[in-house]
């Protein structure tokens, strides 16, 4: 079973809606990322934060908001999104770049 | 000469056969390399991983095989089980916090 808990497990969301996707790890890793994978294709990767700082952030649209409140949590902001951007969002955590664990995700969808 | 093996998108196996699943990997500064499982429904789930000073690893009924002069990795599962049908992904990573993934080979398992 996975270490990393997101929540909700399912969302559905309006185009003028705000909502927050949230991951908790309680392994004390120091390095938490936010992935989004669209059906039968690879995660993409999102934001990556370090040390609670954010350290990568792959070109996201503003609509996506992520922050990092402590070591523990990670959120991502979601504002007027698209119905392309109905995805599986998976959050993952890791200590240093070693094995990168991944939670269960949350399926969003946006109408 | 070498062979290298094909990606394929799809694998079907026997119930009780050995699977291998190929993966080409573009980046020559990659040196760490990871295999994941991914059942429907469900985040990836680490299954194996292989740093670029070693060519060959094993686990529980997995073995990963590292060429790095061709730039290929491969998953082999001994006596594949019907619980060892997913989609299985190749990531690779380049002395950072990004991991790039694979397209993805869905293994299905005949009983």
């Known amino acids: 079973d996975t270490e990393v808990t997101q929540t909700p497990k399912h969302l559905v969301m309006g185009m003028t809606n705000k909502k927050s996707l949230k991951c908790e790890q309680h392994?004390?890793?120091?390095?938490m990322y936010w992935y989004k994978q669209k059906a039968k294709k690879p995660p993409e990767l999102m934001f990556v934060?370090?040390?609670?700082?954010?350290?990568i952030n792959e070109s996201v649209p503003s609509r996506f908001s992520p922050e990092c409140p402590n070591s523990s949590l990670l959120n991502l902001h979601l504002h007027a999104l698209q119905p392309e951007d109905s995805a599986l969002y998976l959050c993952a955590s890791s200590q240093s770049r070693n094995t990168i664990y991944f939670g269960e995700g949350s399926w969003l969808t946006v109408v | 000469g070498e062979s290298v093996g094909l990606h394929l998108p799809t694998l079907s196996v026997q119930e009780g056969d050995n699977s291998i699943i190929n993966c080409a990997y573009s980046?020559?500064?990659?040196?760490?390399f990871i295999w994941y499982k991914q059942e429907s429904g469900k985040g990836p789930q680490f299954i194996i991983d292989i740093r670029s000073n070693m060519d060959k690893r094993q686990g529980q009924r997995v073995t990963v095989l590292l060429n790095k002069t061709v730039k290929h990795l491969s998953l082999q599962i001994a006596a594949t089980q019907p619980g060892d049908s997913a989609v299985y992904f190749c990531?690779?990573?380049?002395?950072?916090?990004?991991?790039?993934f694979g397209a993805g080979t869905t293994v299905t398992v005949r009983a």
């Open positions: 990531a690779e990573s380049a002395n950072d916090y990004k991991l790039s």
């Open positions: 980046n020559s500064a990659s040196d760490y």
């Open positions: 392994m004390g890793h120091r390095a």
């Open positions: 934060y370090s040390y609670e700082k954010l350290s």
